[in-house]
């Protein structure tokens, strides 16, 4: 096992939800000398508790990419501290763009990577004018994008399906080490959709709006819903028709498919586990318009 993926630990263990703003991460997976998450939690980690602490991350996220609730496991090493105690002491000896927000206690064996049962991810794409307090975490196209086109598209990715097309990295082309992987490129998406939501940022006045690309799955490739909300918005702007989702998937070659999203848009918004409930859409939190 490599050293950016530790063992996962024997004893007691800690769930660590963090939130970061990925803007000045180098991503989520330690690298060498280059700023990441991992690396600045595993470093407030050994410093609370007085030895080398791995972290084991429940998702990877690109350079630039956010999350509101990454989940973290690392090995309980002071059983006699408070949960409250060790987010707090945490916090103090990390810098204001990574956050813990919370800590449990659960056990011997929990794994957040192998035990998570799917994860979140949302895209949001402002359409309209520039917008300085919220560019470090939206996409943007000047004008406005056809709703109704790109939800129907989403639509047909529900489901289990060959990915391939959305998979970067290299993993996307027919000769990729990809498809010999025991999964390949085949994934399941639970929820895929397209809606309006309220800029955070300001009132709406109507000289733009923002839309969320929300996707759901049991796991992801490589850039995946990067590559999905960049086909959406090319169906959205009327480039293409939206059954151009369909053919996608059935060619399943990278080659074929649109850009590639802006990082910063970005955030691993939820990771699921045994007992955690799947918002539907129409069920999910109150900031529609």
Known sequence: MSSNSP?????????LTISYDGTNFSGSQRQGQRR???????????????????AIFAGRTDSGVHAAAQVVSAPDRRPNLAESRIGLALNDLLADDLAVVRVERVGTGFHARYDAIWREYRYRIWCGPREP????FIGRVANRLDLDAMSAAASDLQGTHDFAAFAGGGEGVPWSDRKSAPRGS???????????????????????????VRVVADGFLPRMVRNIAGALI????????????????EQRDRR???????????????????????????ARQNDEE
Do not use: N
């Open 7 to 15: 063992a996962p630990s024997q004893g007691p263990s800690l769930k």
């Open 234 to 249: 090319e169906i959205g702007r009327a480039k293409r028709d939206p059954f151009w989702i369909r053919e996608l998937l």
């Open 256 to 282: 074929l498919a649109g850009m590639t999203a802006p990082a910063h848009g970005l955030t691993l918004w939820r990771v699921g586990y045994a007992g955690d409930e799947l918002l539907a859409h129409g």
């Open 36 to 54: 990441t998450v991992q690396a600045e939690l595993e470093s407030a980690l050994a410093q609370l508790f007085g030895e080398e602490t791995g």
């Open 133 to 136: 307090l919220a560019a470090r």
């Open 186 to 212: 085949e994934r399941t998406i639970l929820c895929p959709d397209v809606r309006r939501v309220r800029p955070w940022w300001r009132e709406c006045d109507g000289t733009g709006e923002l839309l969320e």
